[in-house]
């Protein structure tokens, strides 16, 4: 060993004289760089110049597919829920369904409330009530002219109130200022509407041990399950209501996977709109959940950017009026999204188009009856209006 200062570190050939340069502490680290620089090869300066920023850009444009994808690796299923087999035909009377459910029957049948916020949905909401209007007591509707993402809106429920004359003798319509908060979670937007629907719901006269329905516009529950309900005793205090998935139309079904709509019966002061799992307990078969069932394209926009989920609008050709028709008529994801499930089997079961379906049968009556008013949502006819 040498006297003097001791360095165990060597230094390349390549690097003589500009590693070992002595100087201000900017001087070294600019040394120390250009002797990297000069020991990559071509292979290495393509790998960082090109394949890098590809891969970059590549997780950029489908980083939202792959944490999909991934789903099962992060994330676990939710308990699942416990079936109730739903029990109807309509030759069989209303006392032997119930007992038929395990349930007893009533005397006379429960007051029946149905509670939606509103934003758009005009011809499912038209749908929707003169599916349930034999059996409700009072249909309740709150709109405001916020969207969730607070955006302003039009009232179009208001402007359109004269379509809906039939209902008017039950109906119970608020309206409500947003607060037009842009960056905020739109979910407590959403929150901030169902605590004033809470409100309204009293405005009605809702009482204790009366049906209330839970649940947003396009998830209609059928009339024979509300009128089962609404008779049977013993029933349970909150019940979720399985309904077939549907997307775009009644042409493309999807699964019978949605459960967010469900029926209380009634608590002063324990009972709360919500529009999330409240109970294990869920009927199957209820109805039908038609998402994103709009007559004109201009509606798809809007609602695209409207909703809760509009961080999905990724980029803005998604937005565009031709690739939205094309999708429409594919059976394809809106947002270029992996299926939301929580099994690798279920997911790549699901990737591609839904598959076009040519049934009609057990559609809501009302829609079959006026099938040349509201033929974009039946089989067959899946272009739309630009509007």
Same mark, same amino acid.
């Given at each position: 060993? *040498?006297?003097?200062? $001791?360095? +165990? ?11 070992g ?9 600019? *040394? ?7 020991g %990559?090869? %071509? ?8 394949i ?7 997780v ?16 676990s299923? =939710? ?5 109730v ?6 030759? &069989?009377?209303?006392? !032997?369904?119930c ?8 005397? +006379?049948?429960?007051?029946?409330y149905?509670?939606?916020?509103? /934003? ?7 749908i ?8 409700? !007591?009072?249909?309740v %509707?709150?709109?405001s ?5 607070g955006?302003?809106?039009?009232? %179009?429920?208001? /402007?359109?109130?004269?379509h809906?004359k ?8 608020? !309206? ?14 959403e ?14 006269g809702?009482e ?6 839970m +649940? ?21 205090? &909150? ?9 775009? *139309? ?7 996977? /949605? ?6 019966? $009634? ?20 109805g ?18 409207? $909703?809760?989920?509009?961080?999905? &609008?990724?980029? +803005? ?7 939205i028709?094309?999708?429409i ?9 992996? =299926?939301?499930e ?16 040519? *049934?009609?049968?057990?559609? =809501? ?23």
């Amino acid at each position: 060993m *040498s006297d003097g200062y $001791y360095n +165990s570190k060597k230094t390349d050939d390549i690097c003589e004289g500009v590693c070992g340069q002595q100087g201000t502490r900017a001087e070294l680290i600019m *040394s120390r760089l250009r002797c990297i620089l000069r020991g %990559l090869d %071509l292979r290495t300066y393509m790998i960082l110049f090109m394949i890098v920023p590809i891969c970059i850009f590549g997780v950029y444009l489908h980083g939202q597919k792959i944490t999909y994808f991934l789903r099962p690796i992060w994330e676990s299923p =939710p308990k699942p829920f416990h079936n109730v087999p739903h029990y109807y035909n309509e030759n &069989v009377t209303v006392e !032997t369904l119930c007992k038929l459910h395990g349930w007893g029957i009533r005397e +006379s049948p429960r007051r029946v409330y149905d509670a939606v916020l509103f /934003s758009n949905e005009l011809d499912i909401l038209t749908i929707r009530w003169n599916e349930l209007y034999p059996y409700v !007591t009072q249909f309740v %509707l709150l709109e405001s002219n916020s969207t969730f993402t607070g955006l302003p809106k039009p009232l %179009l429920f208001a /402007s359109n109130r004269d379509h809906f004359k039939f209902i008017e003798p039950r109906l119970t319509y608020g !309206t409500i200022g947003g607060r037009f908060k842009k960056g905020e979670n739109p979910f407590v937007e959403e929150a901030y509407q169902r605590v004033a629907l809470d409100r309204l719901l009293k405005i009605a006269g809702i009482e204790d041990d009366d049906l209330l329905i839970m +649940s947003d516009v396009d998830e209609i529950p059928s009339a024979h399950t509300i009128n089962l309900l609404r008779w049977c005793d013993d029933i349970p205090p &909150v019940l979720h209501l399985r309904l077939r998935n549907y997307l775009y *139309s009644f042409e493309f079904y999807m699964d019978n996977k /949605s459960w967010r709509a469900s029926v209380h019966r $009634y608590k002063t002061g324990k009972t709360r709109y919500a529009h999330y799992r409240r109970t294990d307990d869920i009927l199957t078969d209820a109805g039908w959940h038609c998402s994103f069932c709009f007559r004109h394209i201009s509606e798809f926009v809007f609602k695209m950017k409207a $909703y809760s989920h509009t961080d999905r &609008v990724r980029f +803005s050709h998604y937005l565009n009026h031709e690739r939205i028709q094309d999708v429409i008529c594919k059976g394809a994801n809106l947002f270029d999204m992996i =299926p939301e499930e929580y099994t690798f089997k279920e997911i790549i079961g699901k990737m591609g188009p839904i598959p076009h379906s040519y *049934s009609a049968v057990h559609f =809501p009556a009302y829609l079959l009856n006026n099938a040349e008013k509201y033929k974009y949502l039946l089989p067959g006819n899946c272009r739309r209006e630009s509007g």
